[in-house]
């Protein structure tokens, strides 16, 4: 049997929450979801700057737009190990942390994310895309500007910014 709630959690306005359960008392809260991210580095072949690896997103949201190796925290898994799990995923590349870039808030998604600089942790690793991705780019530090448009979500973009405009000496 199925019966109407007053809303749902996508749907609930922030004066209807928390949503609370009239028979137990639990509460459903609308925070935010972690999320994980992976500035893949490499280093240039030509120009000694590093390059970042990009994702061509083949799914929706931002669907044909560019992306870093990223996704959502599993249960129990730390942010690190997300990051390592969902650059493996999407790039078959497996990565060594670097540290941590920042954290941003995509307002849009309702996420958290934990952007780490990484490096593959094999240096002749080639990337094999999964079905999120339809194409890679490898970017330099100095064209990083040329493709912030490009980028499927604003947090994302101002990672990759935030990483171009600070030089690792």
Known sequence: MSRTVPACPHCAAADEQPLVCDRCGWRWYANPKPAAAVLLERPAH???EPEI??????VEPGRGAWDLPAGYLDPGE??????????LEESGIEVELLGLVGVYHSPPANAVTAVFRAKPTHTDASVTLDFESS?????????VPDWLPRLAFASMSAAVSDWASR???
């Open 135 to 143: 194409d890679h780019a490898w970017v330099a530090r100095s064209d």
């Open 167 to 169: 030089a690792e000496r």
């Open 46 to 48: 030509d120009a000694g």
């Open 78 to 87: 730390s942010f690190e190990m997300a990051a390592r799990r969902e650059t």
């Open 53 to 58: 690896l990009l994702l061509r997103r083949a």
